[in-house]
């Protein structure tokens, strides 16, 4: 074993994941790596996730904890004498027997200021709340849920008009560096945990009810809704039996010249080529949507084609 190139096992599910993969792997030795997700079809043929098909160019060898034994993982881990186990948007817990096998013990990149948004969708709900100062953490893994002692955390912004991918983005710049050297200090053994301070909060899992807009809450909140879903399973809507998804949208001001009055969920033109929704307290202007089986198009274009009209009503279920 050598201190100065660890030996690194990653944990990762997601497409956030490989970037930063990709970076350690560029300073350090990834002898393996492990993932959470069921095969999955679509149109017929087998989905390959993102960290697989990462892995798989570099010749790094897979293994899958959906399908595979925690025994079996564990020899994985000591046959390939991994001193670090690094998760990243993982999916699952990890039982004791896994965090103790690596020399150096286990850590996980969460996309919080934790003790807050511990849980499943910590950058979706930041959003839907409408945060805008987040952080990355890195910590020292324990069987209980993002409560590992912490051994770094980055600050930073969120813009009140990024999306989800944009927050992703923002994560990656900022967790690779912070990854690359709690990694490098965990070796030489230089880092002080710390315990994590106060109650925090719980970033429940999205389930498919979350992603319908109910048009009678505030512009914000529904704007929010949009940010944090896009591009997928994204903010949804009802069109009579068409499910509506929202891609990208926009508060209007308070002085636009729409109706004061109209239903919640009226689909009105603040101009010829643009639609808005009326919400709880104002208007949102829709900018890209999909209907079912079609590609994301520019509402203009739906406009043109009458799939959008002046009068229609969105609603949270759907109609005939």
């Known amino acids: 074993m050598s201190t100065e190139t660890p030996r690194v096992a990653v944990f990762g599910s997601a497409p956030i994941s490989v970037p930063v993969f990709e970076a350690v792997r560029q300073q350090f030795v990834v002898v393996l790596a492990v993932i959470s997700e069921e095969p999955r079809i679509r149109h017929g043929k087998t989905l390959v996730n993102p960290v697989q098909a990462w892995a798989d160019s570099f010749g790094i060898p897979v293994a899958n904890g959906a399908t595979s034994s925690v025994a079996s993982l564990v020899q994985l881990l000591r046959d390939a004498d991994v001193d670090i186990l690094f998760l990243l948007a993982y999916g699952k817990l990890l039982p004791p027997e896994l965090l103790n096998a690596p020399h150096h013990g286990a850590i996980n990149l969460h996309p919080s200021p934790l003790p807050w948004y511990r849980g499943a969708a910590p950058i979706e709900r930041q959003i839907i709340d409408g945060c805008t100062k987040s952080a990355v953490s890195i910590i020292r ?23 989800r991918t944009d927050v992703e983005a923002t994560i990656v710049r900022v967790g690779i560096p912070l990854s690359l050297a709690v990694i490098s200090s965990m070796v030489t053994g230089t880092l002080t945990p710390l315990p994590q301070v106060g109650e925090g909060s719980y970033a429940r899992k999205l389930r498919a009810e979350d992603e319908l807009i109910d048009w009678s809450a505030g512009t914000t909140q529904i704007y929010n809704l949009v940010r944090a879903l896009s591009p997928d399973p994204c903010a949804s809507t009802w069109k009579g039996s068409d499910r509506l998804r929202i891609q990208r949208a926009s508060p209007l001001p308070s002085e636009a010249a729409l109706p004061t009055h109209a239903p919640c969920g009226t689909l009105a033109l603040p101009s010829r080529r643009r639609a808005a929704v009326r919400c709880g307290d104002g208007w949102l202007e829709l900018l890209e949507v999909q209907f079912p089986g079609k590609k994301v198009t520019p509402v203009a274009d739906l406009l043109n084609g009458r799939l959008l009209v002046p009068g229609d009503i969105l609603r949270p279920t759907p109609s005939r």
């Open 141 to 163: 893994m324990s069987p209980l849920l993002d409560r590992g002692e912490l051994l770094a955390q980055q600050p930073f912004m969120i813009a009140p008009t990024d999306y």
